[in-house]
């Protein structure tokens, strides 16, 4: 078996060779955390873009085991945020020169839900000018939705896959007809063709989950010609079928390093992406979102939901900053960038150079 040196040098980015990586730990470990950050700043620089998140609705029509807005946890108190507040947000980001904003929520699927987010696409770019570059992230959709909110100005769209492994896609949900595999591929599959900056990700150190499964996710995301990609740590909710670890769980502490590993192959396999410093991760670590951009990490996604219903989305326990308001954000992000030796880009789109160059070819 080739030593991680040579796998790094030589780029031998097999599924075993992937999984030796995963397992890297000490001198290994960080030998591949700091060539991924040398790497990211050769090919997409210094520069950590801002995707302002608008937490949008926590109303889910899906029941996704994991995720704690799910449709059967009666504890959550349900809200949509009124139109108000959400041009708000925009307005505070266009302001803030975010360059672009996230409007995310649970998923919902009807016409009420489709015409609203396809005219508050269209009010954001008109009170912004054009500026502010908009992504969604609200689930699966039909093809004639995806169309509508991309004709409305919409010009990226995550979905996580979740798993590219379908028999742990269909673990981590349940089986009841909403929840397959092969409709999440599908809608992944839409997104690109319709000309969506398509972004997409894995939970990391779930049930079931294997390193090979890891190893295939970052596959997957290279198979697939991905522009842009967020994965954070799994993080136990309370009020979920996945409350409690399984007695071989990876500890936090492992799944974050595990995710600081994840960040730093891709990068390393994929070098002119987007990839996300997630939220999960800092709610482990403090500083859990500056270690990814040390290690190849280069978009981060401040929330600036209303703080009265940030409580409310919570997605996994112990989730950060669900108490300050948007303003108190961006002092504290310049402030924890400059760790990690970055400058932030802001009023720009900060696009995926990959997707530019696919666009271009
Ligand atoms: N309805 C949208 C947004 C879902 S929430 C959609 O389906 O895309 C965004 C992401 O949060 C999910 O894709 C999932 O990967 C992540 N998430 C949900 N529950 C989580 C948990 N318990 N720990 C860590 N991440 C979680």
């Given at each position: 078996?080739p030593?991680?040196?040579e796998?790094?040098?030589?780029k031998?980015f097999?599924?075993?060779?992937?999984?030796?990586l995963?397992?890297a730990?000490?001198v290994d470990?960080?030998?591949l955390?700091?060539?991924?950050?040398?790497?990211?700043?050769?090919?997409?620089?210094?520069?950590?873009y801002?995707?302002?998140?608008?937490?949008?609705?926590?109303v889910c029509?899906?029941?996704?085991?994991y995720?704690?807005?799910?449709?059967?946890?009666?504890k959550v108190q349900?809200?949509?945020l009124?139109d108000?507040?959400?041009l708000?947000?925009a307005?505070?980001?266009y302001?803030?020169?975010?360059?672009?904003i996230?409007i995310q929520s649970?998923?919902?699927t009807n016409?009420?839900f489709v015409?609203?987010?396809?005219?508050l696409?269209t009010?954001?770019k008109q009170?912004?000018?054009n500026?502010?570059g908009?992504t969604?992230?609200?689930?699966?959709?039909?093809?004639?939705?995806?169309?509508r909110?991309f004709?409305?100005?919409?010009?990226?769209y995550?979905?996580?896959?979740?798993?590219?492994?379908?028999?742990?896609?269909?673990?981590?949900?349940?089986d009841?007809?909403?929840?397959?595999?092969?409709?999440?591929?599908?809608a992944l599959?839409?997104l690109?063709k319709?000309g969506?900056?398509?972004?997409?990700?894995v939970?990391?150190?779930?049930?079931?989950?294997?390193?090979?499964?890891?190893a295939s996710d970052?596959?997957?995301?290279?198979?697939?010609d991905?522009?842009?990609?967020g994965?954070g740590p799994?993080?136990?909710?309370d009020d979920?079928p996945?409350?409690?670890p399984?007695?071989?769980a990876?500890p936090?502490?492992?799944?974050?390093?595990l995710?600081l590993k994840?960040?730093?192959?891709?990068?390393l396999m994929m070098p002119?992406?987007n990839i996300a410093?997630?939220?999960a991760?800092q709610?482990?670590d403090?500083?859990g979102?500056?270690?990814?951009?040390?290690a190849?990490?280069?978009?981060?996604?401040?929330?600036?939901?209303?703080?009265?219903y940030?409580?409310?989305?919570?997605?996994?326990?112990n989730?950060?900053c669900?108490?300050?308001?948007?303003?108190?954000c961006?002092?504290?992000?310049?402030?924890?960038?400059?760790l990690?030796?970055s400058?932030?880009?802001?009023?720009?789109w900060?696009d995926s150079k990959?997707?530019?160059?696919?666009?271009?070819?």
């Open positions: 078996m030593a991680i040196n796998i790094l040098d030589q031998l097999s599924k075993e060779n992937l999984v030796t995963l397992k730990e000490g470990g960080l030998l955390l700091q060539k991924a950050g040398e790497l990211k700043q050769q090919t997409v620089g210094n520069k950590v801002f995707r302002g998140l608008i937490e949008l609705s926590n029509e899906k029941d996704c085991l995720c704690g807005i799910r449709r059967s946890n009666k349900r809200y949509n009124t108000e507040e959400v708000e947000a307005r505070f980001a302001r803030e020169r975010y360059g672009s996230v649970g998923e919902v016409e009420t015409a609203r987010i396809e005219r696409t009010e954001i009170l912004s000018d500026k502010l908009i969604l992230s609200l689930g699966e959709q039909t093809d004639e939705v995806y169309r909110w004709r409305a100005g919409a010009h990226r995550l979905l996580r896959i979740e798993s590219s492994n379908p028999e742990l896609y269909r673990k981590l949900h349940p009841d007809g909403l929840h397959t595999y092969e409709q999440r591929l599908e599959t839409l690109k319709i969506y900056q398509t972004g997409t990700g939970m990391i150190g779930t049930p079931f989950q294997t390193l090979e499964d890891l970052l596959l997957f995301f290279k198979d697939f991905i522009d842009m990609v994965m799994f993080i136990e909710h979920t996945f409350n409690t399984q007695t071989d990876l936090l502490s492992a799944r974050f390093n995710s994840m960040v730093a192959i891709l990068r002119d992406i410093a997630t939220t991760l709610a482990i403090p500083l979102r500056e270690k990814a951009v040390k190849g990490a280069n978009i981060i996604m401040p929330n600036i939901t209303p703080a009265s940030r409580n409310d989305y919570r997605l996994y326990n989730k950060p669900t108490d300050e308001e948007p303003e108190q961006s002092g504290c992000l310049d402030a924890r960038l400059a990690a030796d400058e932030i880009g802001y009023g720009e900060g990959h997707f530019r160059k696919k666009d271009k070819g």
